[in-house]
């Protein structure tokens, strides 16, 4: 559903936040390693969302990721998808055709109607600061 990108920058960016709640900077090899993420792979995906404002990129010797505390609540998954995949999974058809809408539609257009109205109330509903609660208390991890 979400670009490999995508995926890797939630992982990234959630667990940034935990750090951050801690009140930890995060180098970029660690983000890496903890989100089973390739280094360089992982450096893009974090320019981006830098660029988006959706983290903080430190310079220096003391320097890494992190995110405002105060910010944490309020940034919600859908500001991380959108920053990384654009609206494409609310546009996109089901079964990948080119052309797909309600006049020509797919064999699962109808049903994907819903799921893409679910899952954007879902980003949008879903904070940062709710994904850092279930890694803190170990009920939810981001590397297996």
Do not use: W
Request: proline share 3%; with cysteine.
């Amino acid at each position: 559903m979400f670009s490999k990108a995508c995926e890797y920058g939630i992982r990234a960016s959630t667990y940034i936040a935990l750090k951050s709640l801690e009140g930890t900077r995060v180098s970029l090899k660690e983000i890496a390693d903890k989100i089973d993420s390739p280094v360089a792979f992982t450096a893009k995906i974090l320019q981006q969302l830098s660029k988006k404002q959706i983290i903080e990129s430190v310079k220096g010797s003391l320097g890494g990721f992190q995110i405002s505390q105060s910010n944490i609540p309020k940034i919600k998954l859908a500001q991380i998808v959108y920053a990384i995949d654009g609206n494409n999974v609310y546009e996109g058809c089901g079964l990948g055709l080119k052309r797909c809408n309600s006049n020509e539609p797919c064999p699962v257009h109808d049903k994907f109607v819903q799921i893409r109205a679910d899952l954007k109330d879902m980003l949008e509903s879903t904070s940062l600061y709710d994904m850092t609660m279930g890694l803190e208390e170990g009920l939810t991890h981001l590397k297996r």
